[in-house]
């Protein structure tokens, strides 16, 4: 079955009380559209159409970031969500199957859930997608005839009875494309809102003698976003999803309720991820690595073996090699570290590679900046480099050479070599004592003019 899929992601989110539109909000490190764009992706549908409004520009950016393929339609007005959908009826044109509608601020809705929709397809013309609510609250009822939906009533135009019903509407529609465009011109504003509702067209289909039927799901793949409250709640839910994922999936969490992950971190079996360890978008641990705890990682491969932390801060670009140790406030930033590297105290490491078995010793920094453009620097396997060493970019450092403790390396060091650049030390005897003396006595002074 060939399928499409329309987001509607016009609102402006009067509540979240921001200039950023309500649907780039993000959760987990990425836009709650992002998350809807990936459920919509999964079914592989021969065109996705994004229906943007407030901030449409900015929304557009974001989906042509994800997906370029993606078409983005706009809906000037925002006349309810029947409105919506038939923005997206050009794009659309000549399209042959099922169309999938779903909402950028509803963004937990499973592909599995989606695809037992377009299984009900095939004996419902259209096919809704409901949940039992503890507290139904203001959502749309589905009005049930035993197996058969007869219609959704919205809340503002329900009755007592009707507002007695436990069993809501998600908004999520699956329906042939020529039949929901057809229903959605009979659709009128003739409502408490005066708006075009979407969920009109179950009556209008029960009218013309077309079945509807109903896939249900959890409440909470439902979640709808309109607040900041909401959009904690949200972020909540999905961290603890992650959390219990991966470790089903292999990896020790020693405080899960403290590690935060993103949209799309990866990380493999028998890792072991320490308390308070933030993951950011686009972070991949292989199997067997140990994230030491109050690190930060984002943008950034952790290779079989690797040891990363406690407070070490791995930036976009970083490539950790095999079995590598990355200790205590130590940066990594646009470089690689070769295998069995030793970065472990105190250093920067920036737009440079460190060969195989290096060590750098504490307080080691790349100057790689110039106030203008980024310089490399190249560290040769087995180089030792000695404690606060600045290595001022673009310098190559060669394989098993050595700096110094306390230098400043300006120049090329070829391999095996030795390279000093420090002041020549001098010593003044006595001149410690006779310092202090002076000082304690200017003190005394003090304390007296006082």
Known sequence: MSIATVILAAGKGTRMNSDIPKVLHPIAGAPMLVHALQAARSLEPAGMVVVAGHGAEAVTQVVQEYDEETQVVVQDEQLGTGHAVQQARAALDGFDGTVIVLY???????????????????????????????????YGR??????????IVEFNDA??????????????????????FSLLDAVTNDNAAGEYYLTDIIGLARARGLSAGV?????????GI????????ADALFQQAARATAMEDGVTLLDPASIYFAYDTVI????VIEPHVFFGPEVTIESGARIRAFSHLEGCHVARGGVVG????LRPGAELSEDVRVGNFVEIKNATIDAGAKVNHLSYIGDAFVGAGANIGAGTITCNYDGVLKHHTHIGARAFIGSNTMLVAPVSIGNEAMTASGSVITSDVEDGALAIARAHQTEKPGMARKLMQML??????QTRGN
């Not at 896939?215 to 979640?223: G, N, R, Y």
Request: glycine share 6%.
């Open 226 to 233: 309109n607040s900041r409250a909401e959009l904690a709640a």
């Open 440 to 445: 304690r006595a200017k003190k005394a002074r």
């Open 215 to 223: 896939v249900t799901c959890p409440q909470a793949e439902t979640l």
């Open 268 to 271: 493999g079996r028998d890792t």
């Open 310 to 313: 406690p407070y070490a801060r």
């Open 104 to 138: 950028a601020d509803t963004p937990f809705v499973r592909p599995e859930t989606l695809q037992a929709m377009i299984d009900a397809r095939s004996t419902q013309d259209v096919v809704v997608l409901g949940f039992e609510a503890t507290d139904p609250g203001r």
């Open 142 to 151: 589905l009005k049930m005839a035993g197996e058969t939906l007869e219609a």
């Open 159 to 180: 009755t007592e009875a009707e507002r007695a019903i436990t069993l809501c509407n998600s908004g999520v529609v699956a329906c042939d494309a020529a039949t929901l």
